[in-house]
């Protein structure tokens, strides 16, 4: 990743020297040259300046196709395990011991009582969060789905059909917090894990499983034999922004924005999504 954006900042610096030996400097190449100039300072300010930096990190571990195990079932693999690698190529910290796997409720409280540094884990910016934590600016997006099971769908073509109906979250996301404040009139069964929620849905226990538009199309495409699917549209957009959370402790907020929006304007993270994601 370095290698190419060192590559991409020689080009344009190669460029403009090209056009000022044929050429009078004019105002606008002159602005050209000042904005490459301030490119080339974000990056050297921010390479490496986190060495000898030791950061507690946290993620899930059952949210594909974002944090999930590889199938040796020890290994962590996905989207954000690829993205805090980059970060690292980029920044030169270090990771205490290793991630920490934990489900969502325990991720975020050990987020809001400084027990750790960062979480990488599909983590959602809502209000409530930001009360306890900092985020980095949004890595990507998306809305949430209702899946229901294939042999019995309940009359339920979306959303809007969840009235009277028994709905599976997974604790403490997006789902969770949507279903708590628009669900009024459905049986909301909160589980610990989505993986029990989606088992739930799969034994007819539940009549349907709220879950973010990603994660629901990963489960479906990497289940053999599953009774799931998506019905409807997607709803609540906007409202899932992924981001990495920073404990209020941490002071490398800074840095580790800066290093994500680079890897955003170079292409990395939407080559992380082709890869993860589609």
């Not at 050209?32 to 030791?54: F, L, R, Y």
């Not at 693999?77 to 934990?102: K, P, R, V």
């Not at 109906?165 to 403490?172: F, I, L, P, Q, T």
């Not at 909301?188 to 499983?209: G, M």
Request: net charge negative; with cysteine.
């Amino acid at each position: 990743m370095k290698k190419k954006m060192f590559a991409a900042l020689l080009s344009v610096t190669m460029t403009v020297t090209i056009l000022a030996g044929c050429q009078k400097t004019s105002d606008n190449s002159t602005a050209v040259s000042k904005a490459d100039e301030n490119t080339k300072t974000e990056t050297s300010d921010v390479e490496g300046s986190m060495k000898g930096v030791t950061l507690k990190v946290g993620t899930s571990g059952l949210f594909g196709p974002f944090s999930y195990y590889d199938e040796d079932g020890k290994t962590l693999i996905g989207y954000d395990l690829d993205l805090l690698a980059d970060l690292q190529e980029i920044l030169g910290f270090d990771i205490d011991n290793e991630i920490q796997a934990m489900d969502y409720s325990a991720l975020t409280t050990s987020l809001a009582g400084g027990k750790l540094d960062i979480g990488a884990a599909a983590l959602c910016a809502t209000d409530e969060r930001k009360e306890v934590m900092n985020f980095t600016d949004t890595y990507c997006d998306s809305g949430q789905v209702v899946m229901i099971n294939t042999e019995n769908k309940n009359d339920i073509s979306g959303v809007d059909d969840l009235s009277g109906k028994k709905v599976a979250v997974e604790k403490g996301t997006a789902s969770h917090m949507y279903a708590t404040k628009n669900l009024a009139d459905s049986e909301v069964e909160v589980h610990d894990t989505i993986t029990t929620a989606y088992e739930s849905l799969e034994q007819e226990k539940v009549d349907a499983v709220l879950q973010d538009g990603p994660g629901a199309a990963f489960y479906i495409k990497t289940t053999a034999d599953t009774k799931l699917e998506v019905i409807g549209e997607e709803f609540n957009q906007g409202q899932a922004p992924y981001a990495i959370a920073v404990s209020k402790d941490c002071k490398y907020l800074e840095q580790i924005n800066t290093a994500l929006n680079m890897l955003q304007k170079d292409g990395t993270l939407d080559e992380l999504y082709a890869k993860w994601c589609e």
